[in-house]
Every structure is written in structure tokens, then in C-alpha cells.
């Protein structure tokens, strides 16, 4: 999917260069290259471990149904599925609008027998009440699905309109927690975070962490660890016209499923 800052190149962490990776059937050269950051229990002493094959996803929006085409067929699910891709965060909505492939693209993706989960865009522009409720009223998750995640990638420029962004993303958290009984995962970036002021009571989200290229990102204040890794905006993988976001588990499929799911 596209966001607004991913086109900005004067942050730090993603000024360096971004490689392209495919995904081609029973193919792993993207995990041979890449490390994930574990932290050890005491001290949070980073190490690397290597990612195990075939533990992978992707993220999509109506940019991707668009590029193929945007009929029912538009994302082959099925051959996503045989690429080796095992789950996928499906945009559902932004401020409070639905996107307009949110139900398509969860349906065709469960039936494909992809691990699913959903993910909503904050804007500044409506309630965090609002913006939830756009989310909820569009797609029913149900369980074994993905936890929802909020998309936090906004800095808006006064302190003010920062404090109301960041209390929008806690209404927004608290709403989806109540109606699912899990508070849904956090998507940023750690500079984002950074510049919203290291911002609390977020911290309680599963972090679904963004940085481009093959060095594991670092993590934000507050969180221990990632549970999902954003390494790369321009993959390519069958069954997906053009690019697509590419992300990686930190924790065993086997985990993911069952302790990130509603």
C-alpha cells in the first residue's frame, strides 16, 4: 500500500537504499538474507536469529486491486497463497471511509486460506470514536482472524494538533480493544513515534514495526519487542499486480496464530 510519508526521504531510517525482493513459489532467498531482532528477557540485550523460510506476509489496499485491474479477480489470492505468503493485512478503512476492496480482498484472502487481519489509516480529521467505528461497521472480523491494526503514520505539524492525533490513536486502540477483548497491533515506524513525542499508552499494542531494506529496525521506546517486521513497500510476489509490502513474523507462525488472533 502507499502512505503519505513513505514518499518523504529526509528520516533517517529510511534514507538508505531500498532493494526490491520477490516472491516467487517455494523460493526463500528473501529469509537467507534477512536477521530478525529477538531481546533476551534480561537486560534486552538485542541478538539476531535468523527467520525461518516461509514465514512471511504481505499488506494490500485498493492500490493493489487497482494495478490489476480492479475486478473480482484483480489479486489472484490463490496464487498469493502458493507463493508461500501465510498471512496479509487487508486496508479496511481511513478516517471514515471504507476502502472500496476491504470486503473483497478479506474474503478472497480467508478462502484462500491466508491467515487475515485488517488495518485502518488514522487521520486528524474525525473522532478516534469515528475512525473505529468506520473500521467495525465495514468488515466483521471473527475469530482466527488477525488482530486489527492501527496504521500511526501522520505528524502533523503544531504540538496541539499532535496531542489530538495521539489521543485520537488511544480512542481508536481502546474502541477496537473493548469490541475485540485484544488491543489491536500498532503499525509506525519508530521515527514516527519519535516525532509524536514517544507518545504513552500504546505501548500495550503489539508492535507491527516499519524499516525498509535488511537491517532489523530498532525499536521504539517502550516496547520490548516487534512481533511483525515491514522490510520492504516494493516487493513483488505472484498473484499481485505490481509492488506490494512485504512483512515478516518475529515469532513462529504457529505463535502468531495463536497468540495475535482475535
Known amino acids: ?3 503519505a510519508l513513505k514518499a518523504r526521504s529526509g528520516t533517517s531510517e529510511n534514507r538508505a537504499s531500498r532493494p526490491v525482493f520477490c516472491l516467487q513459489p517455494k523460493k526463500s532467498a528473501i ?3 534477512l536477521t530478525h531482532v529477538v531481546l533476551q528477557s534480561a ?3 538485542p541478538r539476531q536469529e ?5 514465514i512471511e506476509g504481505i499488506d494490500v489496499s485498493h492500490y493493489q486491486n487497482q494495478a490489476g485491474g480492479g475486478g473480482p479477480n484483480a489479486i489472484n489470492w490463490a496464487a498469493v497463497r502458493a507463493a508461500g505468503v501465510k498471512f496479509v493485512f487487508v486496508k ?3 478516517q471514515t471511509s471504507a476502502d472500496s476492496f476491504a470486503q473483497q480482498n478479506v474474503a478472497r484472502a480467508r478462502a484462500a486460506g491466508l491467515l487475515v487481519g485488517g488495518y485502518h489509516f488514522l487521520r486528524n480529521s474525525a473522532s478516534g470514536q469515528a475512525q473505529a467505528n468506520a473500521f467495525l461497521n465495514t468488515v466483521q472480523f471473527q475469530q482466527g482472524d488477525l488482530l486489527p491494526a492501527l496504521d500511526l503514520e501522520v505528524v502533523p505539524g503544531s504540538a496541539a ?3 489530538a492525533y495521539v489521543q485520537k490513536a488511544r480512542s ?3 474502541r477496537i480493544a473493548q469490541h475485540y477483548g485484544k488491543p489491536p497491533f500498532l503499525y509506525t515506524r519508530r521515527d514516527i513515534l519519535v516525532s509524536l513525542g514517544n507518545p504513552s499508552g500504546l505501548q500495550h499494542c503489539p508492535l507491527w514495526l516499519a524499516r525498509f531494506g535488511s537491517a532489523p529496525p530498532p525499536l ?3 516496547w520490548p519487542s516487534f512481533v511483525i517486521w515491514q522490510f520492504s513497500q516494493s516487493g513483488s510476489v505472484n498473484g499481485v499486480t505490481g509492488n506490494v509490502d512485504l512483512d515478516d513474523a518475529a515469532v513462529p507462525f504457529a505463535q502468531l496464530r495463536a497468540q495475535y488472533t482475535i
Do not use: F, Y
Not at 535468523?50 to 516461509?54: F, L, N, R, S, T
Open 1 to 3: 500500500r502507499r502512505r
Open 31 to 33: 529469509h537467507a538474507s
Open 43 to 45: 537486560g534486552h540485550v
Open 50 to 54: 535468523a527467520i525461518m523460510p516461509g
Open 92 to 94: 479496511i478503512s481511513e
Open 161 to 163: 494538533a499532535k496531542t
Open 172 to 174: 481508536w486502540v481502546s
Open 220 to 222: 521504539p521506546a517502550g
